[in-house]
């Protein structure tokens, strides 16, 4: 095999596995979003209904 050919083999590795970091390290942060956005709706409605249940006893 030719040293151009191996050369080719060998960059295009790189660019794949950057590549592959790259999309892994997106999808973690798209979970992460959505994971925060629904622990903050949990939240928010926890909140509403303690401030239900306190009113209920005022």
């Known amino acids: ?3 151009a050919k191996k050369h080719k083999q060998r960059s ?13 390290f997106q999808n973690k942060q798209i979970l992460k979003v959505s ?7 949990k939240s928010n409605l926890f909140t509403k209904l303690m ?6 006893e005022k």
Not at 35 to 41: H, P, R
Not at 51 to 56: C, E, H, M, Y
């Open 12 to 24: 295009h590795r790189s660019y794949r596995n950057n590549v592959a970091t790259a999309e892994h």
């Open 35 to 41: 994971q925060q956005k629904v622990m903050k709706e």
């Open 51 to 56: 401030g239900l249940f306190k009113k209920g």
């Open 1 to 3: 095999m030719s040293s």
